[in-house]
């Protein structure tokens, strides 16, 4: 069964730090891995997705990346601005079954002005 | 705007109203979810349906009952519903090709039962 964690569960930094948010899976066996954006009583917004024949999948300041053989990927996020603080979620698309994403419990960013 | 829209935003029942929640997509894809997200856990996959047809049932309660008429809408029907149902409720959609299957996700209707 897909387990999938995020870390940190909360962060909180100073405008204009890059950061480095982290998802890892237990099975590897995924179709993709996708990270979403949620702000507070919101819906989720898709930032990235990465097949999983990929290694990385970049969008203006962010930059994801994925290891299948290790069970992880990360979120890099560079030059955070207060606009960036929100809930990041990771989402693992596994190939057993029927097409379902198995969501981490996400990681709660707040940038300071 | 992502393409899937829900409605309502916001609803407040009692436990024996029967209500329904709506969702939308106007993307082609030809699979839905309905999703359950709680304060401090992680979304919960409720239902799928793909091709219009349901895929997965994820050990939910029978006071959820959801319905696929067609392949962009999705209702999920609520009825004697419990207070630790509230929670937000998320739709999304996503093409049933796994070299491109992104998924949209509405903003979700928060539903408070009391």
């Known amino acids: 069964k897909q387990e999938v964690t995020q870390i940190p569960a909360a962060l909180s930094v100073p405008e204009g730090e890059n950061l480095v948010l982290n998802c890892s899976f237990t099975?590897?066996?995924?179709?993709?891995l996708q990270w979403f954006r949620q702000d507070p009583g919101k819906g989720l917004t898709s930032l990235l997705l990465?097949?999983?024949?990929?290694r990385e999948q970049t969008s203006g300041r962010l930059n994801a990346s994925l290891d299948k053989s290790s069970g992880r990927s990360t979120l890099y996020i560079a030059a955070s601005q207060p606009g960036d603080s929100a809930t990041y979620l990771c989402?693992?698309?596994?190939?057993?079954?029927?097409?379902?994403?198995?969501f981490g419990t996400g990681t709660r960013l707040k940038v300071l002005a | 705007e992502t393409g899937v829209t829900q409605t309502p935003r916001h609803l407040v029942m009692g436990m024996t109203n029967k209500k329904s929640l709506k969702c939308e997509q106007h993307l082609g894809h030809n699979a839905m979810y309905w999703y359950k997200q709680s304060a401090k856990k992680p979304l919960e996959l409720m239902f799928v349906y793909s091709l219009e047809e349901r895929v997965e049932n994820n050990s939910v309660p029978s006071r959820f009952s959801p319905e696929c008429p067609n392949s962009s809408h999705l209702f999920l029907h609520l009825h004697t519903l419990q207070p630790e149902d509230s929670a937000l409720y998320l739709c999304?959609?996503?093409?049933?090709?796994?070299?491109?299957?992104?998924?949209?996700f509405g903003q979700g209707t928060r539903l408070t039962v009391v």
């Open positions: 989402a693992a698309l596994g190939t057993s079954g029927t097409y379902k994403y198995i």
């Open positions: 099975d590897s066996a995924i179709y993709n």
């Open positions: 999304a959609s996503s093409q049933e090709n796994p070299t491109y299957t992104e998924a949209f």
């Open positions: 990465i097949q999983s024949s990929q």
